[in-house]
């Protein structure tokens, strides 16, 4: 049964044409197609030439948007002595040791990032199966597990993201809000594409770009010049 589209929808469906729209058309067109009730997120939902059932065509790693995420970052950590002065005078929303672990395994939820200390980590891994499916459980490559808390804290809060593709290759990404300029947005989107060619998985062979598309939370799809994002000089997003 083909599910029928609300007005709202096929009125902003019939605004995106099917073509590559250049990185500034397509972040202006992104805000004109935002009509929610809500703050929509901008997202980027990016199609790579990798099969990540391999080890080393996996792709997971951070990227420090330069005009934030819009979002109030609420930052849980978990440490031992010092480090849980260190953690609250940096500025942590939580923070706690080993009671900590115990009240998110009572069902404690209340912070989008979560932050440890290499030493507590044996610890912190009995939360695999509850923190591993909402994308919270720390790990060295997403720069969660460290004993530097203060830049960790500092850098979240300011707009660093975690990411990984999915298991079909894609990387499903939130870098900003709807209500930020188009040149903001560039901004991130220019930092997440370089971020990705930074990162490229040693085992990634052929093309490794498949697809760009931006939206709204809940606008259409519009899929963006992925040679014109490339080559766009960072002086120019600025």
Known sequence: MTKKLSRRIQALLEKVEDRDYTPIEALSLLKETATAKFPE??????????DPKYTDQQLRTTVVLPKGTGQTVRVAVIARGEKVTEATNAGADIVGSEELIDEIQKGRMDFDKLIATPDIMPQVAKLGKLLGPRGLMPSPKGGTVTFDLGSAIA???AGKLEFRA????????MFGKVSFSPEDLLVNLKA???????NRPSGAKG???RTVYVSATMG?????DINGLRDLKLTEAA
Not at 192 to 198: F, M, P, V, W
Not at 220 to 224: A, K, L
């Open 220 to 224: 259409p799809s519009i899929r963006v």
């Open 166 to 173: 999915d298991r079909t290759g894609i990387v499903h990404v």
């Open 207 to 209: 093309r490794y770009w």
């Open 155 to 157: 850098e979240f809060k």
């Open 192 to 198: 997440l594409q370089e971020t990705i060619d930074r």
């Open 41 to 50: 997120a901008a997202e980027a939902h990016i199609r790579l030439g990798i």
